[in-house]
Nanobody
């Protein structure tokens, strides 16, 4: 099992920045790709960004150029640096981990709220 705990959410003005952190513990050696997802009220959960063990990244079109995902494999931390935040970025952000050779994400954090005021 892998436990994921997010932190760093909060209230920020439009155009501002936040950095989310995700601390992983447990059987992290069984995981490779980490991802950040978000879910706004009344909307489906959507992928924001992913990062593999070797640092390859992927971003949703809506955040590309504004958000940066990174990881520290020694400390088992994953970050999401969010710049130029917009009101439409407001959501609960979730960290997720995928076991090696799996397609779906097996482990999820409890989420952290990001609110962007206009």
């Amino acid at each position: 099992q892998v436990q994921l705990v997010e932190s760093g959410g909060g209230l920020v003005q439009s155009g501002g920045s936040l950095r989310l952190s995700c601390a992983a513990s447990g059987e992290t050696f069984n995981t490779d790709t980490m991802g950040w997802f978000r879910q706004a009220p009344g909307k489906q959960r959507e992928l924001v960004a992913t990062i593999t063990n070797d640092g390859s990244t992927n971003y949703a079109v809506s955040v590309k150029g504004r958000f940066t995902i990174s990881r520290d494999n020694v400390k088992n931390l994953v970050y999401l640096q969010m710049n130029s935040l917009k009101p439409e970025d407001a959501a609960v952000y979730y960290c997720a981990a995928k076991r090696i050779y799996r397609i779906i994400y097996d482990y999820w954090g409890q989420g952290t709220q990001v609110t962007v005021s206009s």
